[in-house]
């Protein structure tokens, strides 16, 4: 059992930067693939990032290709997801969430584990 906790969301105003962090526990962290998905209201969650168990291998979605980094610290148990020049419609509850393949998937079914959330407001 794995559970994954997010912080550093916030108000900020279009063009602006955010780091998100999101701390991990219950398990090897080294031995999860980690990811970002997202959730605008009304919206469907869908994917933002994910980094491989080592940190060699990214995939992203289209929507923030350029714009924002997927980082791991295997070390302390964290992954991050910096995120500059954000967009209003960038606003979403950001989620960070974890499986034990290694496949860098964007499908929200693949997986297992969540954390609650951080709440990422983008003002125009």
């Known amino acids: 059992q794995v559970q994954l906790a997010e912080s550093g969301g916030g108000l900020v105003q279009a063009g602006g930067s955010l780091r998100l962090s999101c701390a991990a526990s219950g398990g090897t962290f080294s031995r999860y693939l980690m990811a970002w998905f997202r959730q605008a209201p009304g919206n469907e969650r869908e994917f933002v990032a994910s980094?491989?168990?080592?940190?060699?291998?990214?995939l992203y979605a289209d929507s923030v290709k350029g714009r924002t980094t997927i980082s791991r610290d295997n070390a302390k148990n964290r992954v991050y997801l910096q995120m500059n020049n954000l967009k209003p419609e960038d606003t979403a509850v950001y989620y960070c969430?974890?499986?034990?393949?290694?496949?860098?998937?964007?499908?929200?079914?693949?997986?297992?584990?969540w954390g609650q959330g951080t709440q990422v407001t983008v003002s125009s």
């Open positions: 969430a974890s499986r034990g393949g290694s496949a860098l998937l964007s499908r929200v079914s693949a997986y297992d584990w």
């Open positions: 980094i491989s168990f080592s940190g060699d291998a990214t």
